[in-house]
């Protein structure tokens, strides 16, 4: 029997340094009802170069830390303005933090980020590590999203599913009935930001506009795809942000852009071999969706339709931070947040860390 549904906050923050994501839901860890509140709050400037020197492991790390839970306070207190609720009507908050490190392999991630520090600015319990006891367990901490995916297939009524979530890695959560296999495909959109930031200064290719203008090097995207290990790993598996390079030469900004997102879009078509299945659909998530050249090349290369979370009626922006709003809730109730075929865990676990806001009553 499920337990009474609390009202979360989920806030994530992605290795492309954009800001935070809140995101408001109500569940029991089982159920979902979500609400449409969902803000982004960007960095400042400062903020972004304090964490993007932090990457890696470097940089001042106690300052981004506390930075990182001010932020994140400032991003609570904006959703609940919006929202029109108070500190008392949210039962926690799930804080991912920033990843920094991830290495997988080597059983090691980090996040950063002071949850004691945000439980008291915001006067909210909070709920944080969310990724150490799987690692503990032998799973690689990632990717943690793939529960709350299939809480939402569930009501597409379409088997079996792909939710594809591109960020500045590409992941994919395969759902059929209640069978889940997850893992990360290759690079998201990481490799092409980091182009297009060099050649042009722009963040990244608005919609795609530059990689249409060019000529795909397949011979570049094979050499990747051909020689680097990690594609001949079996699933489940995960990427750091920075695993891959790619020598693109004295290639125009137009062709490395195409190149760059070719080999997203062919990692994510050789990744459904790994599938029990192919999928009837692909529900495309993350700022990868707002590529169109992106998504037209996915659907030259995969089997089933492919569309933006927002034909289903899913917010692809928060969809991050609403599961871990959600998984923080399951954390509360000891419910596992992964599964030995989503992280390589050796059985279902739970995790996350929880700190009380010592608000009186409390």
Same mark, same amino acid.
């Given at each position: ?6 009202? /979360?906050?989920?806030?994530?923050? $992605? ?14 860890? #089982? ?25 890696? =492991? ?16 400032? /991003? ?18 799930? !804080? ?16 950063? =980020? ?34 709350? @995916? ?7 009524? #379409? ?13 994919? &959560?395969?759902?059929? =009935? ?16 980091? +182009?297009?930031?060099?050649?042009? $200064?722009?963040? !990244?290719? #608005? ?56 080999? &997203? ?16 659909? +692909? ?6 969706? @707002?590529? @169109? &050249? ?16 927002? /034909? !289903?009626? +899913? ?6 931070? #609403? ?23 050796? /059985? ?9 806001? =010592?608000?009186?009553?409390?």
């Amino acid at each position: 029997m499920s337990s009474t549904l609390k009202i /979360a906050i989920g806030l994530m923050s $992605g290795t492309s340094l954009d800001g935070v994501d809140a995101a408001l839901l109500r569940t029991d860890g #089982e159920v979902v009802e979500r609400t449409g509140q969902a803000l982004t709050l960007p960095y400042d400037p400062a903020t972004r170069e304090i964490l993007r020197v932090c990457l890696g =492991g470097g940089g001042d790390v106690p300052l981004a830390s506390r930075l990182l839970a001010e932020r994140h306070a400032d /991003a609570v207190g904006a959703l609940l303005a919006r929202a029109g609720l108070g500190a008392t009507d949210i039962d926690v908050l799930g !804080f991912h933090g920033q990843t920094i490190s991830h290495r997988p392999t080597e059983g090691l991630t980090w996040q950063i =980020g002071d949850g004691a520090r945000l439980a008291e600015l915001t006067g909210i319990d909070v709920v944080d590590d969310f990724r150490s006891r799987d690692v503990a367990a032998g799973g690689e901490g990632a990717p943690l999203a793939p529960l709350y @995916h299939a809480a939402l297939v569930r009501d597409l009524g #379409e088997a079996p599913v792909a939710v594809l979530n591109i960020g500045g890695v590409g992941n994919v &959560t395969w759902i059929s =009935g209640e069978e889940i296999v997850a893992f990360d495909t290759g690079p998201g959109g990481a490799l092409l930001d980091d +182009w297009v930031l060099h050649r042009t $200064g722009a963040p !990244f290719d #608005e919609a795609g506009a530059l990689a249409a203008e060019g000529r795909v090097h397949q011979d570049r995207v094979d050499a990747v795809l051909d020689n680097d290990p990690y594609f001949k790993r079996p699933a489940p598996k995960s990427l750091d942000r920075d695993a891959f390079s790619v020598d693109l030469g004295n290639l125009s900004t137009s062709d490395g852009a195409a190149t760059l997102l070719a080999l &997203t879009a062919t990692s994510v078509a050789r990744a459904e071999n790994l599938l029990p299945e192919a999928p009837v659909c +692909w529900v495309v998530c993350g700022g990868g969706r @707002h590529n @169109h &050249t992106l998504l037209k090349a996915l659907g030259e290369r995969v089997s089933g339709k492919v569309q933006a979370a927002e /034909a !289903f009626g +899913w917010d692809g922006d928060a969809l991050e931070a #609403e599961a871990f709003a959600y998984l923080a809730v399951r954390s509360l109730r000891g419910l596992p947040l992964s599964l030995p075929s989503t992280t390589g865990c050796s /059985a279902p676990v739970t995790g996350g860390a929880l700190h009380h806001s =010592g608000t009186p009553g409390e």
